[in-house]
């Protein structure tokens, strides 16, 4: 849906971490995009809001339930 909005579905304190998750979800057919991974330092990360892990606001329920069953509640 082109104009379905982005929604963070977690964050994280580093890139590699957030990229690890997208992979999964790519993995299982739902796209996503790591918002906010360019910050200079983890301070200004951390000020920001940590890295986000983004989908479209109508795959965000399975893509919670998606990272849920991979790394558990």
């Not at 997208?22 to 906010?36: N, P």
């Not at 989908?55 to 965000?60: C, G, I, K, L, N």
């Amino acid at each position: 849906m082109a104009d379905d909005k982005l929604v963070t579905i977690a964050t994280f304190n580093y890139a590699a971490e957030a990229y690890l998750h997208r992979a999964k979800l790519e993995s299982e057919g739902i796209w996503s995009f790591v918002a906010d991974e360019f910050a200079p330092n983890f301070f200004i990360t951390a000020a920001a809001g940590g890295v986000k892990l983004q989908v479209r606001e109508s795959d965000a329920a399975e893509a919670i339930r998606i990272l849920r069953e991979t790394v558990g509640d």
